[in-house]
Each structure stands twice: as structure tokens, then as C-alpha cells.
């Protein structure tokens, strides 16, 4: 005969088995995609005559977004605001942080006059304009319009440089 206590500990045990599976494959098809991303990108960059960084700052980045964003609309359309600004936030913060430091830590990156001059001062534009649409506590259906039409803004200045 097996305790209340016995019981939660033998659900408990068994439940986190087919998660880090599921966790542990979802990481590694994300390896295999990330190679095979940079490889399109290169060629990509090759094919169309344009710098790596631009096809970076554009199609690889949004690739690469794209699970952030199914995780963002899904909490958003089961009502979990917070889950899905949190994973924006959260995403970035650890993008920047965690992933360039991890890069510079194997190998020093270079950093181009145009991400000093252009693409960060986007990045930080964009975080001021999601501040500055935030601060009534929400983001309203014309917030969502304003932050898409920046996106828009940053695309153009991107590809014309």
C-alpha cells in the first residue's frame, strides 16, 4: 500500500521523462536548423549580392524569431499577456546579453561601422518606442500598428544602406 506522499513523488518522477525528450530532440533539430540557416544566409547574401549582415539583420533574424513568435501569439490568444511580453523581453535581454557574450567568449566579433552607427541605435529606437507605447500598462490594437509600422521603418533603413 503506497502514501498520499508516495503517490505525488512516483507522479512527479514519471512526468518529466517525455518533456525533456521532447525538450532535449527540440533542441537538437534547432542545431541542425541553425546550420543549415547560416548556410542559406551565406548563400543567400552570395546570390543576391549583399553583405551578410544585411541578410542577417533581415532574414535570419526573423527565422530565427519565429518560434519566440508562435510562443508570443499562442499566450496572447490564450490570454497569458504576461508569458507573451515577458518572452519578448526576456528573448532580447538574453539574445544580447548571453548569446553575444557567449560568441565573444570563442571567437572576438567584429563589429561594423554600420551596426555602431545604424543598427544599434534601431535596436535601442525600437525598445524606446515599445517604452514609450507600454506606459499606459498595455499595448493597445494601435500600439500593435505603431510597433509594426517601426519594424517597417527599420527594414527600409536597413536595405538602403
Same mark, same amino acid.
Given at each position: 500500500?503506497?502514501?498520499?506522499?508516495?503517490?505525488?513523488?512516483?507522479?512527479?518522477?514519471?512526468?518529466?521523462?517525455?518533456?525533456?525528450?521532447?525538450?532535449?530532440?527540440?533542441?537538437?533539430?534547432?542545431?541542425?536548423?541553425?546550420?543549415?540557416?547560416?548556410?542559406?544566409?551565406? #548563400?543567400?547574401?552570395?546570390?543576391?549580392?549583399?553583405?551578410? $549582415?544585411?541578410?542577417?539583420?533581415?532574414?535570419?533574424?526573423?527565422?530565427?524569431?519565429?518560434?519566440?513568435?508562435?510562443?508570443?501569439?499562442?499566450?496572447?490568444?490564450?490570454?497569458?499577456?504576461?508569458?507573451?511580453?515577458?518572452?519578448?523581453?526576456? *528573448?532580447?535581454?538574453?539574445?544580447?546579453?548571453?548569446?553575444?557574450?557567449?560568441?565573444?567568449?570563442?571567437?572576438?566579433?567584429?563589429?561594423?561601422?554600420?551596426?555602431? #552607427?545604424?543598427?544599434?541605435?534601431?535596436?535601442? *529606437?525600437?525598445?524606446?518606442?515599445?517604452?514609450?507605447?507600454?506606459?499606459?500598462?498595455?499595448?493597445?490594437?494601435?500600439?500593435?500598428? *505603431?510597433?509594426?509600422?517601426?519594424? $517597417?521603418?527599420? $527594414?527600409?533603413?536597413?536595405?538602403?544602406?
Amino acid at each position: 500500500m503506497t502514501s498520499d506522499k508516495d503517490t505525488r513523488i512516483l507522479q512527479l518522477s514519471a512526468l518529466p521523462a517525455p518533456a525533456l525528450i521532447q525538450m532535449l530532440s527540440g533542441l537538437l533539430l534547432l542545431l541542425i536548423g541553425a546550420e543549415l540557416s547560416v548556410r542559406a544566409a551565406v #548563400h543567400l547574401a552570395a546570390i543576391f549580392k549583399v553583405r551578410p $549582415l544585411i541578410v542577417g539583420l533581415t532574414v535570419v533574424a526573423m527565422g530565427t524569431s519565429a518560434p519566440q513568435m508562435a510562443v508570443s501569439l499562442q499566450a496572447a490568444f490564450a490570454d497569458n499577456t504576461d508569458i507573451a511580453v515577458g518572452s519578448v523581453i526576456g *528573448g532580447n535581454i538574453f539574445n544580447v546579453l548571453v548569446i553575444l557574450g557567449l560568441c565573444a567568449l570563442i571567437i572576438p566579433l567584429r563589429v561594423a561601422r554600420q551596426v555602431l #552607427h545604424v543598427d544599434i541605435p534601431l535596436m535601442i *529606437g525600437a525598445c524606446l518606442l515599445a517604452i514609450g507605447l507600454s506606459w499606459s500598462g498595455e499595448f493597445s490594437k494601435l500600439d500593435g500598428a *505603431g510597433l509594426l509600422a517601426g519594424l $517597417l521603418f527599420c $527594414l527600409i533603413v536597413i536595405i538602403r544602406q
